[in-house]
């Protein structure tokens, strides 16, 4: 029940017709008494560095939801970014701290990283190879590197990709061994498909699944079926997995806690949630 | 449920924490399946002009309901205004037209007005006084005027109130007579106490109920109390009378119909709202 009372998170993007996170974080609050509720708001991009400001200066704003087309340019808008953002050179999640600074942060693979340690794997010392150096690929090795990975190869089909998203790891990480070798799965710990292969019949696998240890943790992102191709030649090789949809549950916690909100499981969000994967 | 198609109706003003109209406008909007919501934006007046502009440009917006302290600023921020915002010199509720314009009325008073009508009286040609010239006075005097009054007799403690409204009214609406003679309510069809007298216990009656006569019409803003001592008066010497809260639902299908939403009748919406007075 929205009251005066009530703290908005503006959910900004455009268009807002498919958004997800109204329908996962509001059945959440209702349930537990948290007077706050996701708001999309389909800003254009031309208004967005000014709105992004006022919208910070509503004295009921708890934080923002950001996503396409504003994650990058949100990192230009921020007052302090996390070394997430700063890797991946965009944010998904923004809040107000004390003093009026906008604060931001990206939980993409964040979920990721959750999903990996919930399941019993370590992340600190181990390798992994990110398919796809996109949006949600850096945000996975952002991740992975801030989680204490060792070693982490990335891949994409446009080699400059890979490339920067490698520099901006050595950066900010210099401990960090980044390769940009290939996709061979052979011998990491973790080996993640952050490509949107799989999304379509017919697509081809994003590596080759023969290669990949079965002590390999094989996870995905592409959620438009609970198990793709590639997990599923993945699990009949032995190898433990972890779909997309996971991912997205692991990361509401993560901005809950971000927002100052009460956190939880991802299994009571997924049980909450008013959407089935 | 609030999804990516949600329409937002935002309600500007601060603080937001009194806010009555999320509780109104919600469940109605629930109970019909109609996807809008009302949202309460704590927007600072320092922020008001530049936030007005851009929320009116989010791809999902519906419309605004403008409360205190925006009110007399927005007039200024509209591309059209009704007559009742130019004599009223505020507005409270804003919409965008096909073309983007942002066009305001006020219906604050337009609720009085709908509500005289429905309890079987007329306005046009009829002789109204309205105690009280300020924001709400101004608002009731303003609808009357629309609605066709051939008469009206404004009273406000600040002399100078009552007679820039009467400007006003008159450049407006050259046909109408409009006195600044006293509080009298002898011969009056309709008497309405504009002011906040009512509010606490022991305050004076707004007018001497001796010279109102049985067949005038008397109305009432203060919502505190069902019946306020005014209303009990006028009842005892055989008025019809009309309590504060009528006014405030009967307003509600009027800014419905100015938004574009399917309208409904002030007893479907008083039954379906989470508020109780």
């Known amino acids: ?3 005066g009372r009530t703290h908005i998170i503006a959910h900004l993007g455009v268009p807002t017709e498919s958004f997800k996170a109204p329908m996962i974080y509001n059945p959440y609050f209702e349930e537990r008494g948290i007077d706050a509720v996701v708001m ?5 991009a031309e208004d967005y560095p000014a709105f992004l400001r006022l919208v910070f200066r509503l004295r009921n704003i708890a934080g923002a939801l950001i996503t396409m087309p504003h994650k990058v340019c949100t990192v230009g808008l921020l007052d302090e970014s996390s070394t997430t953002v700063k890797v ?5 999640a923004v809040r107000r701290d004390a003093e009026g600074r906008l604060v931001g942060d990206m939980f993409d693979g964040e979920g990721f990283v959750r999903g990996v340690l919930r399941k019993g794997r370590r992340i600190e010392g181990a390798s992994a190879l990110v ?3 996109g949006g949600v690929g850096s945000a996975i090795a952002a991740s992975l590197a ?3 990975a060792r070693r982490l190869g990335l891949f994409d089909t ?3 990709s890979a490339e920067k998203l490698a520099n901006r790891l050595r950066t900010h990480y210099p ?3 980044v390769v940009t070798d290939g996709k061979d799965p052979k011998g990491y710990d973790i080996v993640v498909n952050a490509t949107p292969l799989g999304m379509n019949d017919g697509d081809p696998l994003p590596a080759d699944v023969n290669r990949i240890d079965p002590s390999t943790f094989v996870g995905e992102v ?3 079926q609970e198990e793709t191709p590639f997990l599923a030649a993945a699990r009949a090789r032995g190898c433990m997995i972890q779909v997309g949809t996971d991912m997205l549950f692991e990361q509401i916690p993560a901005y809950l806690e971000f927002f100052g909100f009460p956190s939880t499981t991802p299994e009571e969000l997924r049980r909450l949630a008013k959407i089935r994967y």
Chains 1, 2 share one sequence.
């Open 1 to 3: 029940m929205i009251s």
């Open 146 to 148: 801030n989680a204490g």
């Open 175 to 177: 401990e960090l061994k």
């Open 222 to 224: 592409v959620m438009k």
């Open 40 to 44: 999309p708001m389909g800003c254009e």
């Open 88 to 92: 991946c050179g965009a944010c998904n």
């Open 158 to 160: 446009r080699a400059e």
């Open 131 to 133: 398919v796809g150096s």
